[in-house]
């Protein structure tokens, strides 16, 4: 079993709706929660950061921890074609940032 | 400047050659990291300095030899590399070892491959 498991997809849901995106986590050890967007033959560009139970919202984006479940959440609102990328869970246990497998996302116009 | 610039953005070698992978960040940033992503994969952790000095190997070959000649450089020395090590190579900065309250911030990467 993976330390962080996060379903590859692929995802493509129409522009403008609410994106959805969920990892799962079996140590209780992480602390720091991040989400990455990466596209393709880019490197991972940092999207949120937290480090606590409950929500942090950035324009579009809103991060949802839950330690107790040991989930993590991203949400997108109103969706944009340039959103469509791989989106990467990641968290930190002793200075080591651990990823998720990524989900890829497409908007279709 | 919120940037970690890696050189070069792409470089071919043979499997005798000798070369080096360049990582620089001007944050003040007291810990950097080495990653390797193949295709569709997430990045996987190679090393990790913290304070200039190497914290964290993933029992990584010696084929790869990390340096860290100061705070604000990182090179990855490559050697006698496989053809499966062609992959895309990821330098990362972070305040500390935790990510401190910004987390970690990546470069664009070196698209290797070894031919």
């Known amino acids: 079993q993976k330390e962080v498991e996060q379903d590859p997809g692929p995802l493509s849901v129409p522009e403008g709706a609410i994106v959805s995106l969920n990892c799962t986590y079996s140590n209780s050890a992480f602390q720091y929660f991040m989400w990455y967007r990466q596209y393709s033959r880019k490197g991972p560009e940092l999207l949120m950061y937290?480090?606590?139970?409950g929500n942090k919202e950035d324009g579009r984006f809103t991060a949802q921890v839950d330690k107790s479940s040991k989930y993590i959440s991203l949400f997108i609102r109103d969706s944009q074609p340039s959103d469509s990328a791989t989106y990467l869970c990641a968290m930190i246990r002793a200075q080591k940032l651990v990823f998720g497998q990524g989900t890829r996302l497409t908007i279709n116009p | 400047d919120t940037e970690v610039t890696q050189t070069p953005k792409h470089l071919v070698m043979g499997m005798t050659n000798k070369k080096s992978l360049k990582c620089e960040q001007h944050m003040g940033h007291r810990a950097m990291y080495w990653y390797k992503q193949k295709a569709k994969k997430p990045p996987e952790l190679m090393f990790v300095?913290?304070?200039?000095?190497?914290?964290i190997n993933e029992s990584v070959p010696s084929r790869f030899s990390p340096e860290c000649p100061n705070s604000s450089l990182l090179n990855l020395h490559l050697h006698a590399l496989q053809p499966e090590d062609s992959a895309l190579y990821l330098c990362?900065?972070?305040?500390?070892?935790?990510?401190?309250?910004?987390?970690?911030?990546f470069g664009s990467g070196t698209r290797l491959t070894v031919v």
């Open positions: 300095y913290s304070y200039e000095k190497l914290s």
């Open positions: 990362a900065s972070s305040h500390e070892g935790t990510g401190g309250n910004y987390g970690y911030t």
């Open positions: 937290t480090y606590s139970s």
